[in-house]
């Protein structure tokens, strides 16, 4: 008979993912559906609801979602019951997964977590849904195995998926080529774009600057890029490892720029509503990836009302030194060093087919 996996991914990066693992699955003799975007689709897998569309960034802003999302989860516990998978593994997407694991896992699904909540930065009471629906967590980050251990859950540190995916880096100082990368989600582009572009025009004409997109983002969020820019999308990574230096949303843009060794500033900015949130449940010191792994500031943050071009215009020349430049890139290279462990789509397989090897 037949193996059948179920898979969810509810934003861009993470149905990414989810299409790299699908087509591991599906290579080895699985059929595999579920909710994704565009990539789970091209990995050959059913895809019964593309909800990436919808993703959003922020507690507010989510909200405003809540009632196209209710009845996905109707919908997709009908397709549950009826063709009952042998497994179902959910990526990331907190907000929607965590009432999806509870109807997988009242239908005797096996549940699998994949990039796991960050629960050990912000709102750990979380923990105890993970504990309850879910039969194991497969996290990303090394440090992240102890603690979802020391609660009670299963965990298997898979490594990064990140680092089977972006070449490997090939920094280059003397680039004059600075990327603009004010995120995936239309929210984030809307906050952060505007003051990215006004950053860059504060340093001046000897740089040439190109602004990052999603293949599935629309043209039209980026119109207000100066004329000269390029706007490039760049899926296999061969013109950002081209930079001399990043203006970065958080988030993953910040490990990718990470991973090829490019010193970079980062910016955040939400609503002010979200904002004031954030503050009270966010537990780490710092919001930037390549930082929390490092455990110090490798690269400058600025947060909110902190972002004032100027400010960061003044930091980054600064850091556009050359010898301060290559020591940048190599604290960031040594931290793609700690994530890759080999392939991490068939880790996963192997556990969940049985080959039980990652542990």
């Given at each position: 008979?037949?193996?059948?996996?179920?898979?969810?991914?509810?934003?861009?990066?993470?149905?990414?993912?989810?299409?790299?693992?699908?087509?591991?699955?599906?290579?080895?003799?699985?059929?595999?559906?579920?909710?994704?975007?565009?990539?789970?689709?091209?990995?050959?897998?059913?895809?019964?609801?593309?909800?990436?569309?919808?993703?959003?960034?922020?507690?507010?802003?989510?909200?405003?979602?809540?009632?196209?999302?209710?009845?996905?989860?109707?919908?997709?516990r009908r397709k549950i019951k009826k063709?009952?998978?042998?497994?179902?593994?959910?990526?990331?997407?907190?907000?929607?997964?965590?009432?999806?694991?509870?109807?997988?896992?009242?239908?005797?699904?096996?549940?699998?977590?994949?990039?796991?909540?960050?629960?050990?930065?912000?709102?750990?009471?979380?923990?105890?849904?993970?504990?309850?629906?879910?039969?194991?967590?497969?996290?990303?980050?090394?440090?992240?195995?102890?603690?979802?251990?020391?609660?009670?859950?299963?965990?298997?540190?898979?490594?990064?998926?990140?680092?089977?995916?972006?070449?490997?880096?090939?920094?280059?100082?003397?680039?004059?080529?600075?990327?603009?990368?004010?995120?995936?989600?239309?929210?984030?582009?809307?906050?952060l774009l505007p003051l990215m572009i006004?950053?860059?025009?504060?340093?001046?004409?000897?740089?040439?600057?190109?602004?990052?997109?999603?293949?599935?983002?629309?043209?039209?969020?980026?119109?207000?890029?100066?004329?000269?820019?390029?706007?490039?999308?760049?899926?296999?990574?061969?013109?950002?490892?081209?930079?001399?230096?990043?203006?970065?949303?958080?988030?993953?843009?910040?490990?990718?720029?990470?991973?090829?060794?490019?010193?970079?500033?980062?910016?955040?900015?939400?609503?002010?509503?979200?904002?004031?949130?954030?503050?009270?449940?966010?537990?780490?010191?710092?919001?930037?990836?390549?930082?929390?792994?490092?455990?110090?500031?490798?690269?400058?943050?600025?947060?909110?009302?902190?972002?004032?071009?100027?400010?960061?215009?003044?930091?980054?020349?600064?850091?556009?030194?050359?010898?301060?430049?290559?020591?940048?890139?190599?604290?960031?290279?040594?931290?793609?060093?700690?994530?890759?462990?080999?392939?991490?789509?068939?880790?996963?397989?192997?556990?969940?087919?049985?080959?039980?090897?990652?542990?």
């Amino acid at each position: 008979m037949t193996q059948t996996l179920f898979i969810s991914a509810g934003d861009f990066s993470g149905d990414i993912l989810a299409g790299r693992l699908a087509e591991t699955f599906i290579k080895n003799g699985w059929e595999v559906f579920g909710l994704g975007g565009e990539k789970l689709r091209e990995s050959g897998a059913e895809l019964t609801e593309e909800i990436t569309r919808r993703s959003t960034i922020g507690f507010l802003e989510a909200a405003k979602n809540i009632f196209y999302f209710r009845k996905v989860l109707s919908k997709t516990r009908r397709k549950i019951k009826k063709r009952k998978p042998q497994a179902a593994v959910v990526i990331d997407f907190w907000g929607f997964h965590s009432f999806l694991i509870k109807i997988l896992k009242t239908e005797n699904i096996p549940v699998y977590y994949y990039v796991s909540p960050q629960v050990w930065a912000s709102r750990e009471g979380r923990v105890k849904k993970i504990r309850k629906f879910t039969d194991r967590v497969f996290v990303i980050f090394p440090f992240e195995k102890k603690f979802y251990e020391a609660r009670g859950i299963e965990a298997t540190y898979t490594g990064h998926p990140l680092a089977g995916i972006i070449p490997l880096p090939d920094y280059n100082p003397d680039s004059n080529l600075i990327g603009i990368l004010p995120g995936s989600r239309r929210q984030e582009i809307k906050h952060l774009l505007p003051l990215m572009i006004e950053t860059a025009r504060g340093l001046g004409g000897k740089h040439k600057f190109v602004c990052f997109k999603p293949e599935w983002a629309e043209r039209k969020l980026y119109g207000k890029i100066p004329q000269e820019w390029k706007l490039a999308e760049d899926e296999n990574y061969e013109l950002r490892k081209r930079l001399k230096f990043a203006i970065s949303c958080s988030g993953t843009a910040t490990l990718e720029n990470a991973m090829l060794g490019i010193p970079m500033a980062i910016l955040y900015k939400t609503s002010p509503g979200t904002f004031e949130i954030a503050k009270r449940i966010v537990k780490t010191k710092f919001i930037g990836m390549p930082n929390i792994l490092a455990g110090y500031e490798v690269v400058p943050e600025f947060i909110q009302k902190e972002i004032v071009p100027e400010k960061i215009t003044s930091t980054i020349e600064e850091m556009l030194d050359r010898e301060k430049l290559l020591e940048k890139s190599a604290e960031l290279i040594k931290i793609r060093t700690t994530l890759d462990t080999g392939n991490v789509e068939r880790k996963i397989f192997d556990f969940i087919s049985g080959n039980r090897t990652g542990k």
